[in-house]
């Protein structure tokens, strides 16, 4: 697993934790340039996420950032969303709907090589 995740969702129907994982990067700037990647595609979503794997920091950016990374300037200005964080002692718990589809390789390398370093980081290694 590399360092940097990227996850992208539309707001009103994401597909749920894994199910939105894109790809792994070495870089922060390669994630970026992976997400300008599928703008110009045409393949835009609603959010875009990059997790530092390192730090556990969650880096969220919205389809008014990708304008900005672009020179693109939108006709009026966008609502910007929020995306509450749960401080790191608070147990959260997500409720999961059963996936439509089955995990990709990549998702299930991710699950595995993310856990194992939880274990780690618990000393249960």
């Not at 990374?69 to 147990?91: D, N, V």
């Not at 997500?94 to 996936?99: E, F, L």
């Not at 856990?115 to 780690?120: G, H, L, N, T, V």
């Amino acid at each position: 697993m590399k360092r940097y995740l990227l996850f992208v969702f539309d707001l009103y129907y994401p597909g749920g934790g894994w199910n939105d994982l894109e790809g792994d990067f070495d870089t922060f700037e390669a994630a970026k340039q992976h997400i300008i990647k599928l703008w110009k595609e045409g393949k835009r979503f609603d959010a875009y996420q990059i997790v530092d794997t390192a730090t556990g920091k969650v880096y969220g950016y919205g389809e008014e950032d990708v304008e900005e990374w672009l020179g693109i300037k939108p006709e009026k200005p966008k609502e910007r969303f929020i995306i509450p964080r749960a401080p790191p002692t608070t147990p959260v718990v997500i409720a999961r709907a059963p996936s439509v589809l089955a995990p990709t390789p990549l998702q299930l390398k991710v699950r595995e090589e993310f856990a194992k370093r939880m274990r780690e980081r618990k000393g249960q290694g």
